[in-house]
């Protein structure tokens, strides 16, 4: 079955510790996403990209990082520069479809903690 | 930058009631999707509209796109337990694959 895997699942980290995030699909889709949830909020985004080594910061870059080596894998770093990592990250990935608008398909997402 | 914004944050009704969800952007919208992420799970696609004007029909969910492409609503018809979990709309500008998420309504419905 083609779809978005997210791992791991649950995560723990220290305070000043980087953590990546892995996401990959294998859906064959150009755009790949990353948003962050917050409790009781709406989806905030992070990093996009439309092609393979090419990416786009969304409005809460600051304290993040990707790459885009592969079409399939787009991982995120949560850097020590984040003040407030503890989230819900939710990995996307989207096709051109018919009339321009691209569906997102999202993966079952990461919860990181920081303690 | 772009805003999306959604009314009301939350709902709670009585199982049979309807319920809508508004959502309004701070700019121009070439394209508007509305997603449903039930409690615990991932935002999965209902719907896009396109046009402006359109409105668009699921069972008990009817979608609008208003006539500016700046703002939209979803009604749920007589809503059932299954309904719950948190409705998302999200808007895309012109020549770009960047899409910017309302904040959500997050319905509950009481049997």
């Known amino acids: 079955d083609g779809g978005i895997t997210q791992s791991p699942k649950y995560l723990f980290r220290k305070e000043g510790q980087n953590v990546t995030l892995s996401c990959e699909q294998n859906?064959?889709?150009?755009?790949m996403y990353w948003y962050r949830q917050d409790p009781g909020q709406g989806l905030r985004l992070i990093y996009y990209s439309q092609i393979v080594n090419d990416f786009q910061k969304g409005d809460i870059a600051e304290g993040y990082s990707v790459s885009r080596e592969k079409k399939e894998s787009f991982p995120l770093t949560v850097t020590s520069a984040q003040k407030n990592p503890t989230a819900f990250y939710l990995c996307?990935?989207?096709?051109?479809?018919?009339?321009?608008?691209?569906?997102?398909?999202f993966g079952a997402g990461s919860r990181l903690t920081v303690l | 930058g772009q805003q999306v914004m959604q009314i009301p944050q939350y709902q709670h009704v009585q199982e049979g009631e309807d319920f809508t969800t508004y959502c309004n952007s701070s700019?121009?919208?070439?394209?508007i999707q509305w997603y449903k992420q039930r409690p615990g799970g991932h935002p999965v696609f209902l719907i896009q509209l396109v046009k402006s004007g359109e409105v668009k029909k699921q069972k008990r969910l009817t979608f609008q796109f208003g006539e500016a492409k700046k703002n939209s609503s979803l009604h749920i018809t007589a809503t059932q337990t299954t309904d719950v979990g948190t409705y998302f709309c999200a808007g895309s500008t012109s020549g770009t694959y960047k899409y910017i998420f309302g904040t959500g309504t997050r319905l509950k419905v009481l049997a």
């Open positions: 996307a990935s989207s096709i051109t479809g018919a009339s321009g608008a691209n569906v997102l398909t």
């Open positions: 700019t121009t919208l070439s394209n």
């Open positions: 859906l064959n889709h150009d755009a």
